[in-house]
């Protein structure tokens, strides 16, 4: 993970997932104004900048750099992480933290759910390969166990921040020429609609939670065993068939999960 050192009189960014050049400089002009409204205006302009998961300064390094009580630092943080902004963990620092995305049960593609957002999706990591059906895959797809299906995994990003680990299976037969014309960054439902004619009409999902392994949380630039959403997933078009089988790992750090709760139906 990123962080800012102090070099003379300047903050400047550590390694990686750094803010953006001169961020920090142009945001420190007007040292004017009451210090700690400044402190909370400067970090909160800082994390607006900085990448998810970017360390921020010290609080040491923060107090000696507008000449305050380490207190003064301490209650602009505390202000950043009331609204969210940022979280502390002992031991290691206080960290960008981006708004908490919500899954809900509306029934959409990940490249769509993000647009809405008004962010952009994208993908990075793409494996894709056509291999024999396994039992749990063939009973999920409603094939026989060896039939050919293409398997699909790739790292979602929205505004380049990994999101989520999504592994995805659909039948060769129906879809003999998907890994033809699916590109990296493609939404698989957009192209199965447009050169297919699939209309994905809903879904069956079961959500679990999960452990990420090393190469995981790797994959998802998140720490080793953080929790994650593991998201089975059966999509069913117009006509009541099995489109695709999906178990895909969401951040647990960037989402929450919706759902509507009604009453038992009243009995006669």
């Known amino acids: 993970m990123a962080s800012i050192e102090q070099e003379g009189d300047k903050l400047v960014p550590r390694t990686r997932h750094e803010p953006s050049d001169g961020a920090l400089e142009s945001l420190l002009a007007e040292q004017s104004r009451g210090k700690g409204k400044h402190i909370t205006d400067v970090l909160s302009s800082l994390v607006l900048n900085s990448r998810d998961g970017s360390l921020l300064p010290s609080e040491r390094v923060l107090a000696e750099r507008f000449g305050v009580a380490r207190m003064t630092v301490r209650g602009a943080i505390d202000a950043l992480e009331t609204k969210g902004m940022v979280r502390r963990i002992p031991g290691r620092g206080t960290f960008v933290q981006h708004p908490t995305l919500t899954h809900s049960e ?10 809405m957002r008004g962010m952009t999706p994208g993908a990075k990591s793409y494996r894709a390969r056509t291999r024999p059906a396994t039992r ?17 995994e790739r790292i979602r ?20 020429t998907l890994l033809d014309v699916l590109g990296r960054d493609d ?30 949380a790797k994959r998802l630039e998140v720490a080793e065993d953080d929790p994650a959403f593991l998201i089975e997933r059966i999509s069913v078009d117009n006509m009541g068939k099995v489109v695709e089988f999906g178990r895909s790992l969401y951040r647990g750090d960037r989402y929450a999960i919706r759902m509507r709760v009604s009453p038992p139906p009243q009995g006669g």
Do not use: K
């Open 187 to 216: 939404s698989l439902y957009d192209i199965l609609g447009r050169a297919f004619g699939v209309r994905l009409e809903s879904a069956r999902q079961t959500v679990t939670i999960a452990r990420l392994t090393a190469a995981e």
């Open 136 to 152: 749990t895959v063939a009973t999920n797809l409603d094939i026989a166990p060896g039939e050919p299906t293409h398997y699909i």
């Open 106 to 115: 509306i029934f959409r593609s990940f490249s769509e759910d993000m647009r």
């Open 157 to 176: 990003t929205a505004d380049g921040i990994p999101m989520a680990l999504e592994r995805t299976n659909l039948a060769t037969a129906r879809f003999p």
